[in-house]
């Protein structure tokens, strides 16, 4: 199955490729005059702790969102502004729908019975939680996709159509239907008679494990409501003639945890049976593969609600082929009538309990100018740290609070925002996105990319051609000291070291190449095993440096092949272990050239980048070296290495220090800019971050410019204000004159228009 490959790096060169030239010029630009600000990133305890730094003036901004009462109060702060945004993110209620847990072992978990499940979903009233735990700062939502993206949606299985509408006594009736019942008068339900593991044992023998996360306001609200809804009104509610009925015991608030407590818990072991869980997603429901579907069923996997059968098989083979074909498409359109098949067969199986989307209130000191207050994400993103700096202290470096301690920060392995919130600003993408419509693809690390296909053995494949910008540098960390430039041999090591690790959050974006070929210096092609609308944006994030990296995380292997003769000269052979990148190989001393004389491949029929393929009849013994990964990748920084040296930077900032090493709740991490970063000298005036291309021959051309179309966004927003009661009309991005913080003045449009025509961020020829 796809979860159990590891992907090819089969790097195909015409002969030896000529080292680039590298000069790095780093660009004279002050804060003031557009460019980056330093950072320095506060690891706080808490939202509450991370509010009040934000409003005494030791923070800029925090990454959270507001609470009503927070809002408020930063309404009536004349020194914070907010920014609104409809979230690409979702919270629910997980259900784990594996056969059992490691608490009951041995034993059915209830969650695994699909009645089970509707019970609980009709035990939820989704509209209370919006207008009284969230106060209506959320949309109601009713699958696990993002409001934003609701023409991705099921209609007939939301809104008046959603089949689970509030109703304790409809729950009530299919527990009993399931054989539910206080059968020994104590007012707690007992399991059913032929219940597996547990027959009519009392559900105070074993409680629904709910974990409940404690350092989120929102969630642990809901989820002491949910266990309210099932101990006291599933026992008050009218059950059928012949049944005495009772409440659904929890665990109550043994589980209400901090995220530290129930990621091991929830995400590692799965042993749980109701999470009130949250997400941060993308901008196609392409997650529902990620999600949901039984590839990604594993430790610390992203699908941690589907699991399998006593057969300790898929649970829903269906509700998979939905899910890859949301994935595996030819075309958005059929994407879309996927994921409405998907959403119907969920919502009949009643997989999980989504909740809401936020609709969300950033807040964020007003001296914070040039702010890119992005759809779905809010104001932590590249743009806002390419463009932003403090008004009254342009050299000083942005300070941002976040709401919780690190795990790790590790590239292949961090999951947490907050995690995020650093490692962004470290390691880049290929690609963009236009920060006002997502819809835009828009090129960054990658100048240009063309997507078509290739046959493989008379089967259609998707081929993406990546061209490279010319000047991107990666800088070392610590001292920012500039080394080369990314080329396509760093393309190539990402897509495979990335590979190499089934087990990391990365890997669904690398999972589907089969092989990659070297084209030049900056241009790669890279060959997947399936064909996809999506695969040109897959395999883009995070870029690695190879000539830094590839000594420290592997080592050097040598396997023989053995070609005795014509029958087998071209039959595949598969080698001792994953390859990263081959040093050499040759047959009887005579060279053998990667991409003329055989590639290493990967792909679906088998689990490593480890099948050595002869492209035309070879005779002898093969000898091939090659570099494998010597070491997991696994640790707090990666492959268990110090920061100093694997967190070499592509992107706006590099890691300068930290106040302990490694970082936790209370300590900084100080981030300086990045002054080699190709697109150092935004101009300030920028306002909707739109690329104009040029030409229509590929790899084309293009920039920024200021044109009629910032005018207009920041016209709009004329003589609004940022501070004060909320004003939807204001445009955070337009706010560019240090002299009239908050609000959108004459000189704000003289800053604009005064470089009207201006460009930049062409790539070099």
Not at 46 to 54: C, G, M, N
Not at 103 to 129: C, P
Not at 619 to 630: A, Q
Request: proline share 6%; aromatic share 14%; charged share 20%.
């Amino acid at each position: 199955m796809k979860k159990d490959m590891l992907l090819v790096v089969a790097l195909i060169f015409s002969g030896l490729l000529l080292a680039p030239m590298f000069v790095a010029t780093p660009v004279q630009a002050s804060p003031s005059k557009g460019g980056r600000a330093d950072i320095d990133i506060t690891f706080y305890a808490s939202p509450d702790a991370a509010w009040t730094a934000l409003t005494t003036g030791q923070a800029d901004y925090m990454v959270w969102a507001l609470e009503k009462t927070q809002k408020e109060a930063a309404e009536a702060d004349p020194n914070i502004e907010l920014a609104r945004v409809d979230e690409n993110g979702m919270f629910e209620f997980d259900l784990n729908n594996n056969y059992t847990i490691q608490t009951y072992l041995g034993v059915r978990s209830a969650t695994n019975e699909v009645k089970v499940r509707q019970a609980i979903a009709y035990l939820v009233d989704k509209d209370y939680i919006v207008a009284n735990i969230l106060e209506y700062f959320g949309v109601r939502i009713d699958l696990p996709i993002c409001a934003p993206q609701s023409t991705w949606m099921n209609e007939s299985v939301i809104g008046t159509n959603y089949p689970y509408p509030y109703n304790p006594d409809r729950a009530a009736e299919l527990l009993a239907a399931a054989g539910f019942n206080d059968t020994d008068g104590n007012g707690w339900l007992n399991y059913p008679p032929d219940w597996d593991g547990a027959p009519g044992a009392d559900t105070t023998q074993y409680p629904l494990v709910v974990c409940i996360r404690s350092d989120h306001t929102h969630r642990r609200l809901a989820g002491e409501y949910l266990i309210a809804q099932l101990e006291t009104t599933l026992a008050a509610a009218h059950w059928p003639a012949g049944y005495k009925g009772g409440g659904f015991k929890t665990t109550g608030s043994q589980w209400e945890q901090p995220r530290s407590v129930l990621s091991p818990k929830v995400m590692g072991n799965r042993d749980y049976q109701i999470y009130t869980g949250g997400w941060s997603l993308g901008r196609y429901p392409t997650y529902l593969y990620f999600l949901f579907h039984s590839d990604f069923w594993y430790s610390y996997g992203s699908n941690y609600v589907t699991g399998m059968n006593a057969l300790n098989q898929p649970n829903y083979p269906l509700l998979d082929q939905y899910a890859a074909a949301i994935w595996y498409t030819a075309d958005i359109p059929s994407a879309m009538a996927a994921a409405k098949k998907f959403g119907g067969l969920f919502n009949e199986l009643a997989i999980n309990i989504p909740l809401w989307s936020y609709s969300s209130y950033w807040a964020y000191r007003k001296e914070l100018v040039g702010v890119v207050n992005m759809n779905g994400y809010g104001i932590e993103n590249a743009y806002t740290y390419l463009n932003g700096f403090r008004a009254g202290a342009p050299d000083q470096p942005i300070r941002v609070a976040v709401t919780n301690g690190p795990e790790r920060l590790n590239i292949l392995y961090s999951q947490w925002y907050f995690e995020y919130s650093v490692l962004d600003r470290i390691y880049n993408s290929l690609m963009s996105v236009q920060p006002y419509n997502l819809a835009i693809d828009q090129p960054w690390v990658a100048q240009d990319w063309e997507q078509g296909t290739y046959d493989d053995a008379g089967v259609t494949k998707s081929v993406v051609t990546y061209w490279l910008r010319k000047d991107v540098t990666i800088v070392a960390p610590a001292t920012g000291t500039p080394i080369r430039n990314f080329t396509a041999k760093d393309m190539a090591f990402t897509i495979w070291y990335n590979y190499a690790f089934d087990d990391s959050w990365q890997w669904g974006s690398f999972m589907d190449v089969r092989y990659t070929e070297i084209v030049d210096d900056y241009t790669i092609k890279v060959y997947f095993d399936d064909q996809s609308y999506w695969f040109y944006t897959a395999p883009t994030y995070p870029l690695l440096p190879r000539d830094e990296l590839l000594p420290k995380l592997c080592n050097q292997t040598t396997d023989t092949i053995v070609y005795d003769g014509p029958t087998n000269g071209t039959a595949e052979a598969t080698l001792s272990d994953s390859v990263v990148e081959v040093v050499d190989a040759s047959i009887g001393g005579t060279p053998l050239v990667e991409g003329v004389d055989y590639r290493i491949r990967a792909g679906y029929d088998v689990s490593k980048h480890i099948i050595f393929q002869p492209l035309h009849n070879l005779t002898g013994t093969v000898t091939i070296t090659y570099w494998r990964p010597s070491k997991p990748a696994t640790g707090f920084y990666l492959a268990g290495l110090d920061w100093t040296e694997t967190t070499y930077s592509l992107g706006t900032h590099y890691i300068a220090s930290m106040t302990t090493n490694p970082p936790a709740i209370g300590d900084t991490i100080v981030l300086k800019k990045n002054p080699y970063y190709f697109l150092e000298t935004p101009l300030l005036g920028e306002i909707d971050w739109k690329w104009i291309w040029t030409g229509t021959t590929k790899p084309r051309s293009g920039y920024y410019k200021i044109e009629i179309y910032d005018v207009v966004k920041a016209t709009a927003s004329y003589c609004h204000k940022g501070t004060g009661t909320f004003d939807p009309s204001y445009f955070p991005g337009a706010d560019l004159d240090s002299n009239d913080l908050g609000h959108i003045g004459i000189y704000d449009l003289v800053t604009i228009t005064g470089k009207y025509a201006n460009t930049f961020g062409a790539p070099p020829a």
